[in-house]
Nanobody
Framework: QVVESGGGLVQPGGSLTLSCVAS????????IGWFRQAPGKEREGVSC?????????YYLPSVKGRFTLSRNNTANTVFLRMKNLNVSDTAIYYC????????????????????WGQGTQVTVSS
């Protein structure tokens, strides 16, 4: 399983770092991604990695340059560092892993990812 943490209430222009800790498997063996779902909207990919070459393959255009996905393999943890947050970033944020070792990034589509956490709420408001 994976467990997200680090969400909260932040003012526009602020920063947060989300964490995703895996248990029962080695996160570094799998392609992983961060996703978000705002009220009344579909879940969307925020940033995803490929396990074929280990690279971060995708950032949602609206977060590019503001969000950074990184890993701490020793801690079996993936992070999403978010800066210059704005109201439109308000959502529940999820991390997820693909189902098989060594896969690609699945075009950061939620239905390509099989192991999901419960999510962490990020609210950007003044």
């Amino acid at each position: 399983q994976v467990v997200e943490s680090g969400g909260g209430l932040v003012q526009p222009g602020g920063s947060l770092t989300l964490s995703c800790v895996a248990s029962g498997f080695t996160l570094d063996d799998y392609a992983i991604g961060w996703f978000r779902q705002a009220p009344g909207k579909e879940r969307e990919g925020v940033s995803c990695t490929s396990k074929i070459d280990g690279a971060v393959k995708y950032y949602l255009p609206s977060v590019k340059g503001r969000f950074t996905l990184s890993r701490n393999n020793t801690a079996n943890t993936v992070f999403l560092r978010m800066k210059n947050l704005n109201v439109s970033d308000t959502a529940i944020y999820y991390c997820a892993a693909r189902g098989r070792k060594g896969e690609g990034w699945g075009y950061c589509k939620p239905n390509e990812y099989t192991t999901w956490g419960q999510g962490t709420q990020v609210t950007v408001s003044s």
